[in-house]
Each structure stands twice: as C-alpha cells, then as structure tokens.
C-alpha cells in the first residue's frame, strides 16, 4: 500500500526563485563546456546539474517547504527514469555481447560491401527510419543497428558525428510516427486526440522533416563522400574484421530476434537483455577462441572460461587486440558499466526538472508567456518553445510532452483549435528534440551509446531540426491548422441554427 502524501506546503515562488536555478543551470553549463569541451559529459555536467538541484531545493526550504515532500519529489523524478536506467544498462551489455559475437563486426563487414560512401548518410537515416517505425522505439534502434552503422563510417573514412546525426533522425522518424511508439500513443492520449487521427496530423510535418532530412544527407554524402578511405584501406580492415571473426550470417540471429521481441512489443529492456544473453551463448559456439582468448583462464575448464567472457562482456564491455586501431576502437567498446555517467547525467537532470515543476517554478515563468500568446501562430510558438524549453529544463521527454500538453490543452480548445494541433506540436517539439540536450535523457543515451558526444551530431540531425520549425511555420500561415467544427445550436422556425457565427 502506498504511502499517502499531503500537496506540498509553502509559500509560492517568487519570479527571482522561479528564474535563478535557470540562470545558475546556465551558467554551470556554459562554463563546463568552455572548460572541459567535449569532455563535459564525463562528470563536469553531471555535477552541474546536481548543484543546480541542489540550489533549487535550497529555494525550496527558504519558501517554507518541508525536506521530506522536497525528498520525496527527488525520488519521484528518478522513479520515472528507472524504465530508463533498465534500457540503457541492457543497451551497454547488448553492445558487448554484441561485439564479442561477431554481430556488430558482421554488421559492419557486410555494410562495407553494400552501401556506397556518397550515399551511405542518406542510406544510414533511411535504414533507420524503417527500423524505427517497424519496432516504434528510437532508442533500439540507435542502440542496435545504429551502433553499427556509426562503427561503419569510421571503418570507411566518413565522418562519425554525421553518421550518428543520420542515425537519430532516422530513429526518431518512427518515435514519432509509429503506432507503435509509446510517446506517439503519449501524446496522442495526452491531448485527447484519437491515434491515427493524431498519426495523420503528424505526417502534415513529418513527410517535409523526412524529405528535407534526405536531401540533407544526400548533399553531405555526395560532398563528404568522395574523402572517405581509400580501397587498400577498406580491404585491410575487412581483411582484419574476417580474421578476428568467423564472419557469417548466423551472427545477425541475436538482430532478428531483438526485432522479433520488439515487435512482439516484450518490453525494452528484457527484449535488449534477452537478445545480448542469446548473443553471449552464441558466441561460445560461433567464435570460440575469441571468447577464450578475452576471458584470458587457461587454467579454467572451458565451460567456465566462456561463462566468464560473458560475464566480462556484459559488465564491462568486449576489449579486441586485432592490431588495427580503428578496428579495435570499433569493437572495443559496451558493458553495464560504460552506462554509469550517463545514469548520472539523467537522475542529476531529472531531480532538477522535477523539483521545478513540482513546487510551481516552471508554471511561474510559463503562465505569463501563455497569456501574451494572442494569436495562433504566437500560441502554437509558445507551445513549441515550451516543450523545447523544458526538454533543456527538465531534461527528459516525458515531462517535455507532459507539461505542455497539460498547460495548453484547454487554451487551444478556448480558441477552437482540434486537439491534434496540439498532438503535432508537443511531438515536433518536445519528441523529436530531446536527443539535442546533452543531459536530457535521450539526447545522454545516444551519446553514450552512438559514442559521438551530443554536441557534434547536433548539426547534423536534419529531421529533428526541421520538424519543430516546420510546426511554428504551420502555425503563423494558417496552413495544416484544423479548427472545431461549431456544435449546432437549437433550430429556430425558419430553420436556421440560434447559434452566433
């Protein structure tokens, strides 16, 4: 039985309250980019985010609040992430056993056979987008294949962070888009709108985001293409790649299954787990000497040396020594444990964002932004910019879908707006844009798990870019802007309705 709490009592934030830990949450920020660049992900951010919070529950005392509902608004932001925190330690054990199996280095080997350099970022964000869309979840799909597909363009000479941005917008094409997806039946629930009427309001902008995302990277490739490795460099590496690995197709079984449970929709984490375990027992039989060699006890019988190379391989990830560096560095990489700083990240940016949507700062600041709204495009902008606002904010996705959709809904009814309006904005700005917030918890899990810090493939994330510009443009002309059909009023004697126009 759960403990019953009483609303937290105190007195409200003033604006200076509301608008300091911004500020502070600003400041750390900027300053630990400036000093440790890309590097401010590996513990300089997280401790911004954890004095932030810090200072926010410091406001929160001086107001009058108790410790304990202060507390207990922490442990509620972190419950919300643990689905979260589950995924992303599969993730890191999936990445090893992955390795260690020959999944990924098959991935790779077959890709460099099939996919052309000047075409390989549009083909990279179309794999993905179809992927996503079958299975509904970005962050699977950025986490399997996309984890292959990023390796992929270090092995030809491309450009990682390019790849990693055609990588999350593919994914998020289906995050968005498919019915499948938890935050598109979210959203939809939220706002009150039917699924696939939700579904076709979000294709108004979606189709756009996709075309201009495929004309983006069909431009880069065709210019980035042409510096990629040369032939000799290719063959040495496939070279390399074959005999470390018996490459063969039977490697991609723990890929077809992890897409036979998604489908089936087993839940994230038990669906990764599942398929990084089935990977791990198949590489005791496909690659043998591999799983000995990293176990590295002879003096073990054999059953017990391959019960320890999973074991590693699933806390700390596959280590490779195939003398080619960027083979190594491909291979080389997973574990539960490489998966610790981005929890840290998201539990530190997840209790701030809580403590200030729980104690009224956010709805301080917001209200008044909300009333100046006065016509639809500046209303449809507000509600963009909030969600956007609060993926950096509150830094998670959920909150970024939550919160506007709750504090607009019954403004955009006021003015005779349909629901899916509001449906398409809160998925074109708040969805599609958290992967660009460095400690928000999707854009800290594609960083950890593509391995290209946030802020290099931020650029180059052509869909998520264009859609929330896309739904501010809709919203200023007028176009895609479905409005209430007036309810009919009692019929008169003439026949015509009573109700004023």
């Known amino acids: 039985m759960q403990e019953q709490r009483s609303p937290p009592s105190g007195r409200p934030p003033s604006y200076l309250d509301a608008i300091l830990p911004l500020v502070l949450m600003a400041v750390l920020v900027a300053s630990a980019v400036a000093l440790f660049e890309l590097d401010a992900t590996s513990g300089p951010l997280q401790v911004a985010m954890m004095v932030t919070a ?24 972190v419950s919300s992430v643990v689905s979260a925190i589950f995924i992303l330690f599969a993730v890191g054990a999936l990445i090893g056993t992955w390795n260690m199996s020959g999944t990924i280095p098959t991935m790779v080997y077959f890709g460099i ?34 984890v292959g597909l990023v390796g992929l363009a270090s092995l030809i000479g491309l450009s990682p962070a390019i790849a990693a941005g055609a990588v999350v917008s593919g994914a998020y094409v289906g995050d968005k888009l498919s019915p499948l997806s938890e935050t598109t039946i979210l959203a939809a629930q939220l706002t009150g709108s039917e699924l ?15 075309i201009i995302a495929v004309i983006g990277f069909t431009a880069v490739g065709l210019l980035d293409g042409s510096n990629g490795a040369s032939d000799q460099v290719i063959e040495t590496e496939l070279s390399s790649l074959s005999e470390l690995f018996w490459i063969t ?6 890929l077809a299954f992890l897409v ?31 799983v000995h060699s990293f176990a590295n006890a002879p003096d073990l019988p054999v059953w017990a040396s391959s019960i320890k190379a999973v074991w590693l391989a699933l806390a700390n990830g596959y280590q490779a020594n195939s003398g080619v560096a960027v083979v190594d560095e ?22 701030m964002g809580t403590l200030l949507d729980e104690f009224g700062l956010l709805s301080k600041l917001m209200t008044p932004i909300l009333l100046r709204a006065r016509t639809t495009g500046q209303l ?43 449906s398409r ?52 002309s007028g176009f895609k802007i479905d409005r209430l059909e007036p309810a009919p009023g009692p019929v008169n004697a003439t026949g015509a309705s009573s109700e004023r126009g």
């Open 380 to 422: 449809v902008a507000t509600a963009a910019g909030t969600a956007l606002g609060l993926n950096i904010v509150a830094g998670d996705q959920y909150v970024a879908l939550v919160l506007p959709a709750r504090l607009f809904s019954a403004e955009f009814r006021a003015r005779k707006l349909a629901s899916t309006n509001l």
């Open 113 to 146: 056979q099939l996919i052309d350099a000047n075409w390989f970022y549009m083909a990279t964000a179309i794999i993905c987008a179809i992927i996503s869309l079958g299975i509904g979840s970005s962050w699977t799909t950025a986490g399997t294949i996309g």
């Open 54 to 77: 810090m200072v926010t529950a410091g406001i929160l005392l001086k107001n009058g609040h108790s410790w304990d509902d202060i507390a207990a608004a922490g442990r509620k932001g």
């Open 196 to 210: 696939y009427t939700h579904l076709r309001a979000q294709m108004a902008t979606s189709i756009p985001a996709i």
């Open 249 to 254: 197709p039977l490697n991609l079984v723990p």
């Open 330 to 351: 491909l291979i080389s990489r997973g574990g539960m444990d490489s998966m610790l700083l981005t929890v840290w990240l998201i539990i530190g940016a997840l209790v």
């Open 425 to 476: 904005v809160v998925s074109d700005a708040g969805t599609v844009t958290s992967p660009l917030v460095p400690w928000n918890s999707c854009g800290a899990y594609m960083a950890a798990v593509l391995g290209v810090p946030t802020f290099l493939y931020l650029p180059f994330c052509f869909f998520n870019i264009a859609s929330p510009a896309l739904t501010v443009l809709y919203g200023f």
């Open 260 to 290: 036979a449970l998604s489908i089936l929709k087993v839940p994230s984490s038990l669906a990764i787990m599942g398929s990084a375990m089935l990977a791990g027992l198949m590489a005791t039989i496909l690659q043998p000497e591999i």
